[in-house]
DNA sequence: TATTAGCACTCAACTCTTTTGAGTGCTAAT
DNA sequence: ATTAGCACTCAAAAGAGTTGAGTGCTAATA
């Protein structure tokens, strides 16, 4: 049986119509929108070819059709419209995203949240991750009697507080012999062997104790180590409880059980290795727990360099057309934002 | 009509038993316990004497009683049961707590998860606020061709880019102004004049254009001010789904909403200017929104300073014994954590 | 005088049955 | 090829009946 056009603008309608209302669609409905000039019993006739052929599925015999994952997958390739968001929300966009930022992750935090406003959806993003952290300056600042704070600038701040008897001056020789050594290197330029060479300095022209450069220095390659790391948010995960497919509450709370795994979240969002904004919907998604749900993922650039990741999580009768387009625009608009600021707390 | 010693253990048990089952509980079932060794007419003679007194509410003619917000209040304050919490959990929370922190909020936020792990209720803790940072070392770092970073070292890290054409060399000189004058400092004894005064410095003895360096000190200024404002994290807010008193999606939406403003909750949690574990219980909650929850809140300290505040919110028949402990627990953990770490991201 | 056994009464919650209506598939007419 | 018409299906809503936990009151009892 062959796919024709007015089957396609069957589906369409059906699915169109099952986004907004999520009750099953029956022929009549669509007989009524009249866009097509067919009776009931024709639509009728078509739902049956579309029903045998894949795409929509019967939920009992005396209910309408709702889409199945492969029809949902057709109309995200094939059928769905292009949504176009207005002049003004876009503004609004940039206004929102832009103004006043002056650290990157919490800029990052706020498209996360302005996806989850524009679409409510969840929305999940993830920091940026670059292979090429740059090492700016590192610095060693006595805190306290016995501790120091370790701090290393890159395109963003590390910090953390190390224990050691090092005094102030031996602070500052050791904060130099780092500078001179690390400054500029990426983090995966930095081996161990290279802050052993370090600790040799150290030990050999400052005199300072073996025992006490060793702790600190693994303290240091340990950050260099972490530098990497990303975080990943959720917002919006109330959305979940909007949407009818969620009624029963103990649905509802296993995903925000799966929300509040990070590491499982990051795992999932890290393997959806695009280009541009793509869906994965319904049983494509890995995890058992989202197979009622669709995942629509973008990578976002700075400076030209993919490093982070934005999706949105909902039912598999999304918006899939406004999810698209707002994603696509918010990850555009973050690549803009290396402009203006780079930075963390 | 007076509360006798019987009236008391009968209120205790009932409310006991309510807090488990969430079910109107009954004459009967208060009776077989045996406890009292009487009969359930009696118990009932007595349940019909709370009711009238206000501790216990009959939600229909033919149920059993759940107790009244001043029922509850009264249990809190003289019924309850004092929870011991065992070694065992105690060790495990210190295990958890103090284990390889080298940053404060973060730890912080550990301390948030495990209030939430212990109790099972959503929990809501605030980053550490002290009027009394201390400046130890400001810091000015290039990091792109017209923009640098701006560092500033207190117990914790605060960092910023500021766009701005200073040079490099200017950096280092302007930092060591800044040091100078600001190091051992705390946030509220730089006032604006005292900023005001380095700009004389600056643009006087360094010769630095006043529009660049007022540009730079604006920002110093603002985060300087911005030192002491605090974070609330919320943790497990998925488990009030498990509680049937929010078997309503909608409700459960409502409060969801609620503790996703985080004006609002920080509002909410510092106007318990409380001294140990507190508990707000139902209507004597201010929102509306928590008219049948409680919510029970304890200071943390940091250096013997109160500087932060953990917060558990439930429904209202909470185990009000054990998260009085737990938070009690947790709260002295913290307050022992400052000698090991101290730090932020 | 305090306690309790006994009993009629109440009412939410459950079960079972009936009704409703949206929707289908098939057939015959256009 | 399309459509009007009709019998059929079945989930969901509405209604009717049943159950049972729980009460309040009264009269008997310790």
Do not use: W
């Not at 600790?199 to 950050?223: A, H, Q, T």
């Not at 990070?262 to 904004?277: E, F, H, M, R, S």
Request: charged letters at 30%.
């Amino acid at each position: 049986m062959e796919l024709n056009d007015r089957k396609k603008l069957i589906l369409q309608a059906i699915i169109d119509e099952y986004i907004v209302s999520a009750e099953p669609v029956g022929s009549r409905a669509i007989s009524k929108k009249n866009e097509l000039g067919l009776s009931s019993a024709t639509i009728r006739n078509e739902m049956a070819d579309l029903e045998e052929m894949g795409y929509l599925i019967q939920p009992h015999t005396s209910a309408g059709r709702i889409p199945s994952d492969v029809g949902y997958r057709f109309y995200v390739n094939s059928l769905m419209h292009r949504y176009k968001i207005g002049v003004e929300a876009i503004e609004e966009l940039q206004r929102e995203l832009a103004g006043r930022i002056t650290r990157l992750d919490r800029a990052i935090l706020r498209a996360g949240y302005l996806a989850a406003a524009m679409t409510d959806y969840t929305t999940v993003i993830t920091t940026p991750v670059g292979e090429k952290t740059e090492i700016k300056k590192i610095d060693l600042v006595p805190v306290a009697e016995d501790s120091v704070m370790l701090i290393i600038v890159t395109r963003t701040v590390k910090s953390r507080v190390i224990k050691t008897t090092l005094t102030g001056d031996e602070c500052i020789s050791v904060a130099q012999v780092l500078n001179a050594v690390l400054t500029n290197k990426t983090a995966d330029e930095i081996s161990y062997d290279v802050i052993q060479e370090i600790e040799n300095i150290c030990c050999g022209k400052l005199g300072i104790e073996p025992k006490v450069i060793i702790n600190v220095l693994n303290f240091v390659y340990e950050s260099i180590s972490e530098l990497d790391d990303g975080e990943i948010y959720v917002e919006n995960a109330k959305s979940i409880l909007k949407y009818p497919e969620y009624r029963d509450v103990d649905k509802a709370r296993e995903i925000f059980s799966f929300l509040e795994d990070k590491n499982n979240l990051k795992k999932l969002i890290a393997q959806t290795d695009n280009d541009g904004v793509r869906a994965t919907i319904g049983t494509e998604n890995e995890p058992e727990i989202l197979k009622d749900c669709s995942l629509v993922t973008v990578n976002y650039s700075l400076d030209g360099k993919a490093v982070g990741k934005l999706g949105v999580i909902g039912p598999k009768r999304m918006n899939y057309s406004q999810v698209f387009a707002s994603l696509d625009l918010i990850s555009n608009e973050i690549d803009k934002l290396i402009g203006y600021i780079s930075n963390d707390e």
